[in-house]
């Protein structure tokens, strides 16, 4: 069993910048692939980057493409996500999630662990 628990969520203005982390317990953290999801009011899950065990392989949403930066600290049990030139249309609850296999998806169903969210709210 992993718990992931996520930080850094809140609100910004437009063009501005936040960085979440998340925090992995449990069985060893570089063995997992993760990843950063989000869910806007009305819409579905989507993956908005996702990183493999070692970092040598990552994933973008085309939307954040440039803006965001995935990484990782195997050291630290920990996951980030660098959110620069924050849009309004960011705006959602942001998910950390872990896959118990090395290599990163985008695919939602594919995560094994979940933590609760953190909102991030970009005002224009």
């Known amino acids: 069993q992993v718990q992931v628990v996520e930080s850094g969520g809140g609100l910004v203005q437009a063009g501005g910048s936040l960085r979440l982390s998340c925090a992995a317990s449990g069985r060893t953290f570089s063995n997992y692939a993760m990843g950063w999801f989000r869910q806007a009011p009305g819409k579905e899950r989507e993956c908005v980057a996702a990183?493999?065990?070692?970092?040598?392989?990552?994933y973008y949403l085309d939307s954040v493409k440039g803006r965001f930066t995935i990484s990782r600290d195997n050291a630290k049990n920990t996951v980030y996500l660098q959110m620069n030139s924050l849009k309004p249309e960011d705006t959602a609850v942001y998910y950390c999630?872990?896959?118990?296999?090395?290599?990163?998806?985008?695919?939602?169903?594919?995560?094994?662990?979940w933590g609760q969210g953190t909102q991030v709210t970009v005002s224009s």
């Open positions: 990183i493999s065990w070692s970092g040598g392989s990552t």
């Open positions: 999630a872990a896959r118990s296999t090395p290599w990163a998806t985008r695919v939602l169903d594919k995560y094994d662990f």
